[in-house]
């Protein structure tokens, strides 16, 4: 029997449960479902757990745990944490969620803002005593005594050596004054001798309110003996969605004792309705009279509540009033009149006798972007803007003027008025300004929103410039100045190079006539002039000002040269860097100014390193564009020979140029050459297509077959007829038909490898037996009809 019962008590947990589970779901717990699943056996762990599930699907808290009818739960709250231990919404509320808000509302929604009494004031004269206030009476003068008492059930409290004293319902100043009159029957001095009696509370009561009507959670709360309505109206999550906070009402008893209006406080910062609730008070909220919104161009755009009788004006009011961009002369009122919208136009002066209605829509549009008595100036002029188009500021003279006259550099000829016609089009009004100034025409008269535009000589034309090239610090170009001479542009560009000439600097104009009728065959004049290392140009060259778009050529001296280096490295005596002192300096000077050959030097290997100059460059270039245009020939150059990177060997002898010194073996020197001495090496590589690539020693006589017979012999794949010797002076030698080349110490044997060929395709092998086929079928023809 117990296992039946707890298996029932088990099963109705779980529907109770899943009732939850279901609501959660839905967004929409209700205090019966909560009280249904308590009675059920659900705990309050697993109601939590179901209130967190709902909260994590909505994203924000709802009290439904202590949202349960007034006589079912009492409502604790201690003061110290005003109140509440749940949350309606999230503490604060963005913007665009307080539009879809009533004004208001969300203050009983967030952490921050709590209207929490303040337990440390002291107690209020006009406070009223009551069962629980715990009572401090000090005594103090000619006699000192401290008694703490708290008020009993039955209102009274014990006084030693007095008896009970019935203090509740009287204030805190009618209290006092009974006790001195009641003591001073033991403390004599009460009767305006030297003893004193003060009376203050120790600690206060608690107080049950009850709030019922259109809030949140309605119920019974237990609150601090100080709370306001404002207290009890937080602690019950604030009204709900159709409460008013236009009329909040307090009953003590039968009578009604105050009425709280929110917007008062909000608006006008009275606190003087919020009521000092007692105990067994009862506070009605009623449901809303009027709900009107408001749009547009006002400071606070938002659902405000509305009283009877209220007006538009007060709907303005509660917004903020209007923001500088409305239009406010009138308001759209969109409103419903029970079968269908209709809109209402309210000007400015019926705003305080319009009266609202529930459910007025009303939008404030904002003024027209236009201007009414403007006028612009723009341009060459001291202070460009607009101006107020005035009886003082109505010609285009009075805009001058007010704008501080034009500059200087003004072009006064043509000047522009554009003007906005009524149907918004544009139309264009020329001033000869520089008549106008000068009293030649009279002046012209401007109308609203005209623009008047006075160009600058230099919004009429390009940037002038001049350039310089050649042996100076910076050449580029740079901007035209009235009266440049060319030593100014020397200086703008940083001085002369050291390498520059000094004897000429050349300046070549544009031919510019622009009232020619013909072609002219001269395409620039040309001026020369001469400078010294001072920059002072002679003085034919200082009376010649530079023209726009003028170009300066300044030389580099014939007569400069900057150093040329060599290096030779290897088996020489003094190795490293040498000067070329002439340029015709050969191979056998510098091997004799570096000390000649060390004994351990191989004369025969010795080679040359150059690098590319800008003209072997161009050589190259020109090669391969001759070769990608002939790329479709057999015979074509290969284009990755010609790559031969920045560097390159030039083959030399140097036995035979040390032996002839200025012959043609003796080769001419050029900057950044390195000449290579190297020691003697007594072997010979073998590589390419053979069997064992590899190194052997130098054998004298033996000839190209048997060093490749020393690697192996051939591979299949060989060009045997096209075999070669690179020697380490940098030349090579090819193996021709009826000799081999001579092999010497530090030779490489290279034998370079055929060419892959691609068999014949199907369709191709197909193809050259039609045509075969063909011939044969022709030849076959041609022999029968010559018989």
Same mark, same amino acid.
């Given at each position: 029997?117990?296992?039946?019962?707890?298996?029932?008590?088990?099963?109705?947990?779980?529907?109770?449960?899943?009732?939850?589970?279901?609501?959660?779901?839905?967004?929409?717990?209700?205090?019966?479902?909560?009280?249904?699943?308590?009675?059920?056996?659900?705990?309050?762990?697993?109601?939590?757990?179901?209130?967190?599930?709902?909260?994590?699907?909505?994203?924000?808290?709802?009290?439904?745990?202590?949202?349960?009818?007034?006589?079912?739960?009492?409502?604790?709250?201690?003061?110290?944490?005003?109140?509440?231990?749940?949350?309606?919404?999230?503490?604060?509320?963005?913007?665009?969620?307080?539009?879809?808000?009533?004004?208001?509302?969300?203050?009983?929604?967030?952490?921050?803002?709590?209207?929490?009494?303040?337990?440390?004031?002291?107690?209020?004269?006009?406070?009223?005593?009551?069962?629980?206030?715990?009572?401090?009476?000090?005594?103090?003068?000619?006699?000192?005594?401290?008694?703490?008492?708290?008020?009993?059930?039955?209102?009274?409290?014990?006084?030693?050596?007095?008896?009970?004293?019935?203090?509740?319902?009287?204030?805190?100043?009618?209290?006092?004054?009974?006790?001195?009159?009641?003591?001073?029957?033991?403390?004599?001095?009460?009767?305006?001798?030297?003893?004193?009696?003060?009376?203050?509370?120790?600690?206060?009561?608690?107080?049950?309110?009850?709030?019922?009507?259109?809030?949140?959670?309605?119920?019974?709360?237990?609150?601090?003996?100080?709370?306001?309505?404002?207290?009890?109206?937080?602690?019950?999550?604030?009204?709900?969605?159709?409460?008013?906070?236009?009329?909040?009402?307090?009953?003590?008893?039968?009578?009604?004792?105050?009425?709280?209006?929110?917007?008062?406080?909000?608006?006008?910062?009275?606190?003087?309705?919020?009521?000092?609730? *007692?105990?067994?008070?009862?506070? /009605? =909220?009623?449901?809303?009279?009027?709900? @009107?919104? &408001?749009? #547009?161009? %006002?400071? $606070? !755009?938002?659902?405000?509540?509305?009283?009877?009788?209220?007006?538009?004006?007060?709907?303005?009011?509660?917004?903020?009033?209007?923001?500088?961009?409305?239009?406010?002369?009138?308001?759209?009122?969109?409103?419903?009149?029970?079968?269908?919208?209709?809109?209402?136009?309210?000007?400015?002066?019926?705003?305080?006798?319009?009266?609202?209605?529930?459910?007025? *829509?009303?939008?404030?549009?904002? /003024? =027209?972007?236009?201007?009414?008595?403007? @006028?612009? &100036?723009? #341009?060459? %002029?001291? $202070? !460009?803007?607009?101006?107020?188009?005035?009886?003082?500021?109505?010609?285009?003279?009075?805009?001058?003027?007010?704008?501080?006259?034009?500059?200087?550099?003004?072009?006064?000829?043509?000047?522009?008025?554009?003007?906005?016609?009524?149907?918004?089009?544009?139309?264009?009004?020329?001033?000869?300004?520089?008549?106008?100034?000068?009293?030649?025409?009279?002046?012209?008269?401007?109308?609203?929103?005209? =623009?008047?535009?006075?160009?600058?000589?230099?919004?009429?034309?390009?940037?002038?410039?001049?350039?310089?090239?050649?042996?100076?610090?910076?050449?580029?170009?740079?901007?035209?100045?009235?009266?440049?001479?060319?030593?100014?542009?020397?200086?703008?560009?940083?001085?002369?190079?050291?390498?520059?000439?000094?004897?000429?600097?050349?300046?070549?104009?544009?031919?510019?006539?622009?009232?020619?009728?013909?072609?002219?065959?001269?395409?620039?004049?040309?001026?020369?002039?001469?400078?010294?290392?001072?920059?002072?140009?002679?003085?034919?060259?200082?009376?010649?000002?530079?023209?726009?778009?003028?170009?300066?050529?300044?030389?580099?001296?014939?007569?400069?040269?900057?150093?040329?280096?060599?290096?030779?490295?290897?088996?020489?005596?003094?190795?490293?860097?040498?000067?070329?002192?002439?340029?015709?300096?050969?191979?056998?000077?510098?091997?004799?100014?570096?000390?000649?050959?060390?004994?351990?030097?191989?004369?025969?290997?010795?080679?040359?390193?150059?690098?590319?100059?800008?003209?072997?460059?161009?050589?190259?270039?020109?090669?391969?564009?001759?070769?990608?245009?002939?790329?479709?020939?057999?015979?074509?150059?290969?284009?990755?020979?010609?790559?031969?990177?920045?560097?390159?060997?030039?083959?030399?002898?140097?036995?035979?140029?040390?032996?002839?010194?200025?012959?043609?073996?003796?080769?001419?020197?050029?900057?950044?050459?390195?000449?290579?001495?190297?020691?003697?090496?007594?072997?010979?590589?073998?590589?390419?297509?053979?069997?064992?690539?590899?190194?052997?020693?130098?054998?004298?006589?033996?000839?190209?077959?048997?060093?490749?017979?020393?690697?192996?012999?051939?591979?299949?794949?060989?060009?045997?007829?096209?075999?070669?010797?690179?020697?380490?002076?940098g030349t090579a030698a090819r193996k021709k038909f009826w000799s081999s080349p001579r092999i010497e110490p530090g030779c490489e044997i290279v034998v370079p490898t055929k060419p892959e060929r691609k068999g014949a395709t199907a369709g191709e092998i197909l193809g050259y037996?039609?045509?075969?086929?063909?011939?044969?079928?022709?030849?076959?023809?041609?022999?029968?009809?010559?018989?």
């Open positions: 029997m117990m296992i039946v019962r707890r298996l029932s008590s088990l099963l109705l947990a779980t529907i109770g449960l899943t009732l939850l589970s279901l609501s959660a779901n839905s967004q929409n717990i209700s205090p019966d479902m909560v009280e249904k699943a308590r009675a059920v056996g659900v705990s309050q762990q697993q109601i939590d757990a179901a209130m967190k599930q709902q909260q994590g699907s909505t994203g924000s808290s709802v009290p439904v745990t202590k949202a349960v009818a007034p006589s079912s739960v009492d409502r604790n709250v201690k003061a110290d944490s005003i109140y509440r231990t749940n949350e309606k919404m999230s503490s604060f509320v963005d913007d665009a969620s307080k539009k879809k808000i009533v004004f208001g509302r969300e203050i009983f929604s967030q952490k921050n803002l709590t209207f929490a009494p303040n337990m440390n004031l002291a107690t209020p004269k006009n406070y009223r005593l009551g069962a629980g206030d715990e009572l401090m009476i000090n005594i103090y003068g000619a006699s000192e005594d401290n008694i703490a008492q708290k008020i009993s059930a039955d209102g009274r409290v014990v006084i030693p050596n007095i008896g009970p004293v019935s203090l509740a319902g009287l204030t805190i100043e009618g209290a006092e004054s009974k006790l001195r009159l009641t003591m001073s029957r033991i403390y004599s001095g009460l009767n305006g001798g030297g003893t004193h009696l003060t009376l203050s509370l120790r600690n206060i009561r608690s107080i049950k309110v009850n709030m019922v009507g259109e809030v949140v959670a309605p119920g019974t709360y237990t609150l601090p003996s100080l709370a306001t309505l404002f207290n009890a109206l937080y602690a019950a999550g604030g009204v709900n969605d159709i409460g008013s906070l236009r009329s909040i009402k307090v009953y003590r008893g039968s009578h009604m004792v105050g009425e709280l209006d929110v917007y008062d406080y909000l608006l006008n910062g009275k606190f003087g309705s919020n009521v000092r609730l *007692e105990d067994n008070d009862m506070v /009605v =909220v009623s449901p809303y009279d009027k709900l @009107v919104t &408001i749009e #547009g161009n %006002v400071k $606070r !755009p938002r659902i405000f509540e509305m009283k009877k009788g209220e007006t538009l004006a007060d709907a303005i009011r509660f917004a903020g009033d209007f923001k500088s961009s409305a239009y406010s002369e009138n308001i759209t009122l969109k409103r419903s009149n029970g079968r269908q919208f209709e809109v209402h136009t309210v000007d400015k002066a019926d705003f305080k006798n319009f009266v609202m209605q529930d459910g007025d *829509e009303l939008t404030v549009g904002e /003024v =027209v972007k236009s201007f009414s008595n403007r @006028v612009e &100036i723009q #341009g060459a %002029v001291q $202070r !460009p803007g607009m101006f107020a188009l005035t009886d003082k500021l109505s010609t285009v003279k009075q805009l001058i003027d007010k704008a501080e006259g034009v500059r200087g550099d003004a072009f006064l000829t043509r000047t522009q008025i554009t003007r906005t016609l009524p149907d918004s089009s544009k139309q264009m009004v020329a001033v000869d300004l520089y008549a106008l100034l000068n009293n030649k025409i009279g002046d012209v008269a401007l109308e609203n929103k005209d =623009v008047l535009y006075i160009p600058s000589i230099y919004d009429l034309q390009k940037e002038f410039t001049v350039t310089i090239k050649g042996a100076v610090d910076s050449a580029a170009t740079y901007p035209f100045r009235k009266d440049m001479t060319v030593e100014d542009l020397i200086v703008m560009a940083g001085g002369l190079k050291y390498e520059a000439s000094l004897q000429q600097i050349e300046i070549a104009r544009r031919i510019r006539d622009p009232y020619s009728l013909k072609p002219t065959d001269k395409a620039a004049e040309v001026f020369s002039f001469s400078i010294d290392d001072k920059l002072s140009i002679s003085p034919e060259a200082k009376r010649f000002a530079l023209a726009p778009y003028d170009e300066v050529y300044v030389r580099v001296s014939p007569g400069y040269e900057k150093q040329c280096n060599v290096t030779i490295r290897g088996e020489v005596v003094f190795r490293g860097d040498y000067v070329l002192s002439n340029k015709s300096q050969r191979l056998s000077e510098v091997i004799t100014k570096a000390g000649g050959l060390t004994p351990q030097a191989y004369i025969k290997g010795a080679r040359l390193l150059r690098k590319m100059t800008h003209d072997d460059s161009v050589r190259v270039i020109s090669l391969v564009k001759l070769a990608s245009r002939n790329s479709s020939k057999k015979d074509t150059i290969d284009i990755k020979k010609l790559d031969i990177g920045s560097e390159y060997f030039v083959g030399i002898d140097l036995e035979k140029a040390m032996s002839n010194a200025g012959s043609e073996y003796d080769v001419v020197l050029k900057e950044d050459d390195v000449i290579e001495v190297p020691q003697f090496s007594n072997t010979v590589r073998i590589s390419g297509a053979v069997l064992y690539p590899n190194t052997v020693t130098y054998r004298k006589s033996v000839s190209l077959r048997e060093y490749v017979s020393m690697a192996g012999g051939y591979d299949d794949g060989a060009k045997k007829r096209k075999a070669f010797v690179i020697y380490m002076n037996s039609s045509s075969l086929a063909s011939i044969a079928a022709m030849i076959a023809t041609i022999i029968s009809v010559t018989k």
